[in-house]
């Protein structure tokens, strides 16, 4: 119920339309009480011999009444029929136009959420299973809201037949409320028994979903190990046990309906069996024991809509309880209560004894200190699984530190403004990733005010122009998911490109070029040399010959920074650094041989 409450706030943007369809769903209910009664006229005052009141005589007139007054009730019933026909299309366009409303500004509040979530909540969850919580259960809170009129009409409709009908035979309306108590009952012990079999059957039909996400993300690794067949066999075992659980919430559904249905039948046909014992004592009318039936079957219609519609919100319950859930979820990289700037910002980037550790492991950085200068490059070399991305990751506050603090021009990155703080910062990952849309517009991402020649100076810099505008489309390239249809040193130098229009005075290279053939790392190496121009850089290097630019070297190992220095003092001592250096040479002499061994030959 709690969840209904905070959804009724949706509406508040809306209230106009709300009063608006309120005042037809009002209109529309008493319109339909009124149906029954040109039936009632018709019966009590021209098919038999009953005085009619004096009313309606001296509207219709003496002469020929009966016959007019057959011509007014058939009138009567077309007029209010029509007019409830119109409502009913008014009502109609007015409703899907605040379902939709409702339902687009609610996924937009989970898309936007999951959006600020840090990435360490990202890590953790599936995408598959957020896309079917913003785009599938998120609009269970308009359907949810969309239930209210037809509760409040149901309800309304309820309590003016019960009037009606108890100003006209209260002991027939007594007898038709006996079955209340059983679908009252019935109503509270589905929801509480199908509650948690329905959050697991939304559950399994996320993970369903999910592998759909995860095995379209992976199509190129599925194809290598040709492997469709498992990844289709995966989604049809997902998919069946999602089928499974939601037959067996059907299953009960029915159930469900069918206890509503003959408890709703029996207290029909006890009211029909009362009443016709009532005609035939002759204590009752045919015209009021017609019209008494026919406002008790019209007890049962809302009857059943407020069972069913009880029985429907649990559903929608367990959809938001995925959905609140989410939006309640704090991001944990939080933005400060008052934000600092650092304006200009030079690029001036330390850290202070910081520890970190991601959720689950310990010490993946271990009392962390430097200090970099503006302007300065950065090299941070170590072996695989050393701490280098961690470490350059709590710049941007992509994770934040446990312990010590993490300075960009003198000020904790955790009292910056994030927006702020990534302005000021350009990253250029391992993997060249890429929208589905053009080549320009890839671009333009990283400064979205930028005009189409600072693109393609961007463009030129990155050593990407010339590649562009030999393709058919030039700019207007269309890419595919994740910039496929190009190749990695192709993706890589848009990425670049990307990074020289943002021009942020730190940039952040993590290995560029470690999945790029040498010819064209060459290339890219050389834009990056001019992208690093008076830029504070982190670089991140696999290979010790591409950081030849480097200023200052980090060595990390297990978490630590464990020596420091440039590249002609870490040689001459013994460390890690050394004998990395050592261990890379050798390498390469190796290499030279084998090509030298094959060129012979
Ligand atoms: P490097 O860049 O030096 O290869 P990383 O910084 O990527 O190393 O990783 C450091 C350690 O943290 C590794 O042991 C790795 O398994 C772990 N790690 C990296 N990313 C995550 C993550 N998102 N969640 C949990 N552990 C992680």
Known sequence: MNYLWRSLSLLRPYWRSVVFMMSLVVLDSVLSLLTPWPF???????????????????????????WRLLYACAATEVAIIFLYQIIGVVESYVTSRL???????????LFGHAMDMSLAYHDHRRSGMLIYIINTQGGAVADLLMTLPSMIQSTIMLIGMLVVLCTMHWSLAAISLVVVPTLFFASKWYATRMRNRIRKTKELEGDALSVIHEAMSMMRVIVAFCRQKLEHRRYIDAAQKSMDARIGVTVRQTLFSLVIHMSTGIGRALAWTAGGLLALAGKLSVGDLTIVLSYIDKVYDPLETIAYTYSGWQDQFASLRASYGLLDTKPDIAEPAQPRQVEPCHGKVEFRGVDFAYEGRIGTLKDVSFTAQPGQVTAIVGPTGAGKTTLISLIPRFYDAAQGEVLVDGVNVKDLGLDDLRRHISVVLQEPLLFSMSIRDNIRYGRLDATDAEIEEAARQANAHDFIIRLPQGYDTQLGERGSRLSGGERQRICVARAFLKDSPILILDEPTSSIDSKTESVILDSLDRLMEGRTTFMIAHRLSTIRRADWILVVDQGRVVEQGRHDDLLAGDGLYRQLHDLQHKLAERKAAARKIWSDA
């Open 99 to 109: 379902e939709l409303s409702i339902d687009r500004d609610f996924r937009s509040r």
């Open 40 to 66: 009632k006229f018709l019966i009590d005052y021209s098919l038999t011999d009953a005085p009619p009141p004096a009313w309606l005589t001296a509207w219709l007139g003496e002469e020929n009444f009966r």
